[in-house]
């Protein structure tokens, strides 16, 4: 089906370990993004990246690295990851127009020990 | 900046109840409304959207209408189902195109029951 894939589904991480979040997107679309999501806190932007070849911080990019790799490709990684990144990792894409709807990935939960 | 506030939850109804869940926000400018579904273990998908004062979404038998005189976008549903059990987002985006960002509410979860 086309979408939004992300990759893995589940992982758990030691305390200092690095661990890329894969994100592909099959709708040609130009913008895409990294959200966590955290009880109570709702989806809060990591960082984003309007098209092919930029990528700009959001919300709380602190701890996290991203690349855009091609049009279809936008990674997250985690250098040394930290128990406060314990929460579950949504990726998304928008199209184009006025308006655009915004598809998301089915998420990675990540727990860091 | 950009905010969205929602109502707190779980909210919990009986099958066939009158939905209301609130939701209200501070934009710069005329901001796109949406609100997304979260049903257990997917990620979001767009339920409704609205993009001027005064439009009215509506999807799967809910509707909200971008008030904003009180700058409100409240999700209603005049007979809830227990497949309607799910965690609602409400978001707003303050630029036309893709450049800009979703700003999302803290979710409110909804319980229906037989």
């Known amino acids: 089906n086309a979408g939004v894939t992300q990759t893995p589904k589940f992982q758990v991480l030691k305390t200092g370990q690095s661990m890329t979040l894969q994100c592909a997107q099959d709708m040609n679309h130009n913008s895409m993004y990294w959200y966590r999501q955290d009880p109570g806190m709702g989806l809060r932007l990591i960082y984003y990246s309007a098209s092919e070849g930029t990528t700009d911080k959001g919300e709380v990019p602190n701890g996290y690295n991203v690349s855009r790799l091609n049009k279809r490709e936008f990674s997250l990684r985690l250098e040394s990851a930290a128990p406060s990144q314990t929460s579950v990792y949504f990726c998304a894409s928008r199209g184009t127009g006025s308006t655009p709807e915004a598809f998301f990935g089915q998420g990675t939960r990540l727990t860091v020990v | 900046g950009n905010s969205v506030t929602q109502m707190e939850g779980p909210v919990t109804l009986s099958e066939e109840a009158f939905l209301t869940i609130n939701c209200t926000y501070t934009a710069t400018g005329y901001p796109s409304l949406f609100w997304y579904v979260q049903y257990p273990g997917e990620g979001l998908q767009l339920l409704l959207k609205?993009?001027?004062?005064?439009d009215k979404g509506s999807n799967k038998g809910f509707e909200a209408t971008y008030r904003k005189e009180t700058t409100s976008f409240h999700l209603e549903k005049g007979s809830v189902q227990v497949s309607d059990s799910a965690v609602y987002f409400c978001a707003l985006s303050d630029i036309p195109g893709t450049a800009s960002k979703l700003t999302f509410g803290t979710g409110t979860r909804l319980q229906v029951t037989l």
């Open positions: 609205a993009t001027k004062a005064d």
